[in-house]
């Protein structure tokens, strides 16, 4: 999968947007971006993917320039408990169906009151 | 909602033992996954598991570690002789299959066993 570079940490107020950054610059035709989150020690949680277009769903929205080189996950109303590791996770699709995900570093967003 | 369950949440183990740590995926999903997380570190891809054999694994994934899924049901990782360095979070995940227009192709993970070695 191709490589992900996302900030280490990023502070955001609560009730203001989030917007976190990744860089995917060698992402290929076939790869999908994925964002997860894992609140503490818990089991990381979908948030949202895409493949070139914008998407927006209950949780965030997830924007990708036209080039796919970066992407930006959006939370438009930040709270607490949002505060976690985010993974922004480039991944292949294929008819498989069985395409692992492969975690980074992440970026820990913390909320603040 | 349908969740991934794991069990034990935490598991206490002398170094030399063997362990099972079971997971229960969500019933209609097909292909499972072992994740694990050492304290402070990156979630790391153990193995992955479709029609009841090994699809892919990590250089993690040695001799000492093997999955099963018994009955239809369970989905189980075992560590046969555990080391200090065993000790980790270790998440299931599952998903139905890839990503399509009807399908996210999300990996739904479980809340995760900590395994201490002592």
């Known amino acids: 999968d191709a490589k992900t570079t996302q900030p280490p940490s990023m502070d955001c107020a609560e009730g203001r947007a989030a917007n976190l950054p990744c860089n995917h610059s060698t992402i290929s035709g076939n790869e999908y971006v994925y964002w997860y989150r894992q609140i503490h020690s818990q089991g990381p949680q979908y948030i949202i993917h895409g493949l070139k277009n914008n998407e927006t769903n209950e949780m965030a929205s997830l924007i990708i320039t036209e080039d796919r080189k970066s992407s930006t996950l959006i939370l438009p109303h930040a709270t607490l408990r949002d505060t976690a590791v985010y993974y922004c996770i480039v991944r292949v699709s294929s008819n498989f169906g069985n395409e692992k995900l492969t975690f980074g570093t992440g970026t820990r967003l913390t909320i603040i009151p | 909602e349908p969740e991934v369950t794991q069990t034990p949440s935490h598991q206490v183990t002398q170094m030399g033992q063997e362990v099972i740590l079971r997971c229960v995926p969500i019933s209609n999903h097909l292909y499972f996954y072992w994740y694990r997380q050492i304290l402070g570190q990156k979630v790391e891809f153990l193995v992955s598991?479709?029609?009841?054999?090994?699809?892919?694994k990590s250089e993690i994934f040695d001799d000492q570690f093997s999955v099963e899924r018994p009955d239809g049901s369970n989905f189980t990782l075992k560590i046969r002789s555990t080391k200090l360095e065993d000790s980790a979070m270790y998440f299931c995940?599952?998903?139905?299959?890839?990503?399509?227009?009807?399908?996210?192709?999300?990996?739904?993970f479980g809340e995760g066993s900590r395994l201490t070695v002592l």
């Open positions: 995940a599952s998903t139905d299959g890839h990503v399509n227009l009807k399908n996210t192709g999300e990996l739904f």
């Open positions: 598991f479709y029609n009841n054999e090994i699809s892919e």
